[in-house]
Every structure is written in C-alpha cells, then in structure tokens.
C-alpha cells in the first residue's frame, strides 16, 4: 500500500517517539485534533502525555521547547504554517541558533515548517522561508522533496543536537506517494541527481524537483536532456554536487518557489559564479516566485510560483544562449 509525504511524517515522529523518551509534539491542536494538516493523527493515544496541545502563540511554544531542549528532552514543534513562525522568529535566532555557541549546551530542537503555497492560501499561508532561516549560524534548514526524505530526514532531523528548521511542503503531503518508507538514506548535506543529463543544470528543492522533473521530461522530447539536482537541505548546501554537474552540462538554471531577492537561489548562483565560473558556458540563471505578496486567487497563484511550464521557457532560454 502507497505511503504518502504526509504519512511518512507522521510515521517518522512515531518511531522518534517509540525510540526516544526524551521525544515529545508540542503544538497547536497536535493533540485532540490531530493537527492542522493530520500529521499528528493518532499519536496522542498511543503516547499519552507526549504530545501538547500548546497555547495560541508561537513565541512561547519555541520559548518552552528551548528551555525542554537544553535540560535534555528533544522537542518536536509543528507550526501551523511556516509563515506563523515569524512570531517566534527571536526565540528561534537568536536564542535557539545561538545557545550552543554561547554556553556550550545543545539546543536539539525541531520545528516543523508546513510551508509553500496551495490554491487560495494568499499571503499568509504559503511562503518558504528556508532562505531566511539559512541565513543565521546554528540552525539546519532541512527540505525534502521525496516521501522517503521526508521520512529519514525527520528523524535525523530529531536526533541532530542543532536545532533544525525542517520545511514541508503542503502541496506534497497528499501528491506525493511511495511504495514503502526506506532503510536508509542520504547523509544530511549530501544533494541527490534526481534525473541524469547533459545539455543543462537545474537545480531545485522542495516542491519544486518535480515541477523542474516534468520540465525535463517535456523538454526531452524536445531533444534536450536536463540534469535536475534535488538540494535536500538548504543549509548545509552541497556545492560539490552542484558543481560536478554544472561541469557536466555547462549551464544552470536554479529554481525555488520563494522570493527571488536574497534567496536561496542566490546563493547557489553565488558559489557556482565563485568556485565554478570556469565550468559555465552561458551566465547562470535563477527562478522563483515573483517578487510580490502571494495572490489568493488560484489563476493568479499559479503565475506567481514557477511551474514546469515557466520552467522549461526559462531552460530553454538558457539553453540557446
């Protein structure tokens, strides 16, 4: 039986939970209700007292996980949605990213990111802001784009002593299926060549793999074979496998669904410009959502974030430059 990106989430807090005491679900309606998206369904029953519904603020509950976190318990914390945790934005960078350094005790907390858009979400339900988290020291911004990675990388995400931003996509938790959870799994900051090719490299994550994935298969028919590799993390980011295959194809293309400016997209353009200039046979290109607030009406929404067809127009610029 297929296992959805939303199961394997909930799957992977289970067995963190079965594994380790010291695991507990903090958030808003985690317990009774299940969650917002479901994720927690079911894990109340089956670990009484270990997973909290939590007030409604955002500060306190990355406030009290931090304080769990560094007398030895590792807190999972489920946003609503990751545009919420801009409440919690000072608990979270500068207290949680910087304790370790500051003191010399871990911080090993979770905080589950729901995020990117959905058809009528509008701008405060839909935004990615692993670009954001990524910028300050101490703190691992995970983003899985496969059911598997969801699965394995929540788990690592768990036993890490870091405190770790870890950014589901919405849009995946029933899109996206497999046909058994996995055994093992990529080391944390190691990227995946999600599909082989010669003529271009995309490089993407989350949600956006698959878009750039069907990107390729259409532009294949075309004739032209993209290279498309799946970042996993955003921090740490593997320039090593971006730059292997940027000397493969001589072209890239970067492709995120947040906003453009000081993106992670960026950055990835910055290390390849950087360390790899000599390996590009065009300049490289970045694609994003457009620099606005999210639209809530869904044709508008879909013009706003890239899709496999604004993606495929943009690779195919790039391709005949």
Known sequence: MAITYLEAIREAQSKALASDDSVYIYGQDVA??????????GLAEKYPGRVLDSPISEDAMIGSAIGAAIS????????QFADFSSVAFNQIVNQAATHYWRTGVPCPITVRLPSGGTEGSGPFHSQNLESIYSHYPGLIVMTPATVEDAYSMLLEAVAIDDPVIFCEHKFLYY???????????????KARIAREGRHATVVAYSAMVHEALKAARKLSEEGWELEVVDLRSAKPIDTDTILGSVARTGRLLCVG?????????AEVVSRVVSEGFHLLDAPPKRHNSRDTPIPYHPNLWKTHRPTWQSIADAAKNLLQM
């Open 175 to 189: 899109h996206l299926k497999a046909d058994k959870l996995p055994e093992d799994n990529l080391p944390l900051g």
């Open 32 to 41: 009774g209700f299940g969650g917002a998206f479901k994720a927690t369904r």
């Open 72 to 79: 030895g318990m590792r807190p999972i914390i489920e946003m």
């Open 257 to 265: 669904e947040s906003f453009p400016w000081g993106g992670l997209c």
